[in-house]
């Protein structure tokens, strides 16, 4: 971890991240979460951050769209290849969203100690992520579509969709 990581994450109050992503990006962040606010952070006009979530972008980037909710407790965490989340999506509370993966195919070394892959997320506009739900790297989600609480999505999702399951299937188009 280096330097500018460890003083983000440990040495800077939240009032003051709470502070600086209003006047930044003009979005309200509760106090209570840990957002970390890097150069590869961008959140959009609106968008409301819930207590005791967790926003990273250490390694990529994470764009968060316009007028976007993330609900309490939720986890996003982008990586290389980042995340994209599109303008009025809601997210419920306890989502984690990550952007990253391991290789795991070489059996004398431990799959930690593996490389990590990251293909990127994409989330379409007016999307809903019901609680409990995990977004996995590589998953794309279509504008319009409704994620049912405890889904696990990794694939691709169409426009207009209503995804259920583990994996996460799709039970019914809305019209």
């Known amino acids: 971890m280096n330097t500018g990581t460890l ?8 009032i003051f991240v709470t502070i600086k992503c209003w006047l930044k990006f003009k979005c309200k962040v509760s106090p209570r979460s840990e957002v970390e606010v890097t150069p590869f952070l961008t959140i959009g006009r609106g968008s409301v ?8 972008a250490p390694d990529g980037p994470l764009t968060i769209g316009v007028n976007v909710a993330i609900a309490a407790n939720s986890f996003i965490a982008a990586h290389k290849k980042g995340i994209k989340i599109g303008d009025n999506c809601m997210i419920g509370p306890n989502v984690s969203i990550v952007s990253v993966n391991y290789k795991y195919d070489q059996l004398d ?9 990251s293909k990127g997320i994409t989330i379409g506009e007016n999307v809903w992520i019901s609680s409990g739900c995990v977004i996995l790297d590589g998953a794309v989600i279509g504008s ?5 609480p405890n889904s696990v999505v990794s694939g691709k999702i169409p426009d207009n969709s209503i995804v259920q399951g583990n ?8 019209r």
């Open 7 to 14: 003083f983000r994450r440990f040495l800077v109050p939240s």
């Open 49 to 56: 951050i819930s207590s005791f979530c967790k926003v990273k």
């Open 109 to 117: 070394v431990p799959i930690r100690m593996q490389v990590q892959t």
């Open 144 to 148: 319009g579509t409704i994620v049912t």
């Open 167 to 174: 994996p996460g299937k799709v039970i019914f188009t809305r």
